[in-house]
């Protein structure tokens, strides 16, 4: 298989998958009866929720034009670059914005109570590991998320803020 085909079919795997739910649910539904009728249509919305979630999942992963490696393990980011890096606890997370240096690459600034600050590439390899990480910050809508990232522009946008944390001055 060529690499491109294969790169093709791996980004759409999820929705691919989810979209398979969705036919289940839609055969079992035809089966006829209330019953099949109500457990079809069960499968079905749990298959239609999964692909709106990949979909998203997709739309938030970038191209690999970034340095660094990034990876979330027991409840912990971790960025290591060419010139420099870090970690940050994933509870301990109170603001998540998004900033472009001057040349326009944009990067991911996760700040910690404790006023350490992780700074990650948006196009780091590995950085869409990071939609589940901010799936599971309190309040934070992943709707607004992809969104926020598909606008240009170079200015400093916070996505998320840990209710009653008072910004760092």
Do not use: C, K
Not at 16 to 23: K, N
Request: proline share 4%; glycine share 14%; aromatic share 8%.
């Amino acid at each position: 298989m060529r690499p491109e085909a294969a790169a093709l079919l791996t980004r759409w795997r999820e929705a691919g998958g989810a979209v398979l739910v969705v036919l289940l649910g839609l055969w079992v539904a035809g089966f006829g009866g209330w019953f099949y009728m109500a457990i079809g249509a069960l499968i079905a919305v749990v298959g239609l929720s999964g692909l709106v979630i990949a979909l998203r999942r997709m739309r938030f992963q970038r191209a690999v034009d970034q340095p660094g490696v990034v990876e979330v393990d027991e409840g912990e980011v971790r960025y290591l670059g060419p010139h420099g890096g870090g970690f940050a606890a994933i509870p301990e997370i109170v603001s998540v914005e998004l900033i472009a240096d001057l040349a326009g690459r944009r990067w991911w600034r996760l700040s910690e109570s404790g006023g350490n600050v992780l700074s990650v590439p948006v196009a780091a390899e590995g950085a869409a590991a990071l939609f589940d990480v901010f799936a599971r910050l309190p309040g934070l809508s992943t709707g607004e998320l992809v969104l926020v990232l598909d606008r240009p522009g170079r200015q400093a946008i916070t996505v998320w803020r840990r209710s009653g944390h008072r910004a760092l001055t």
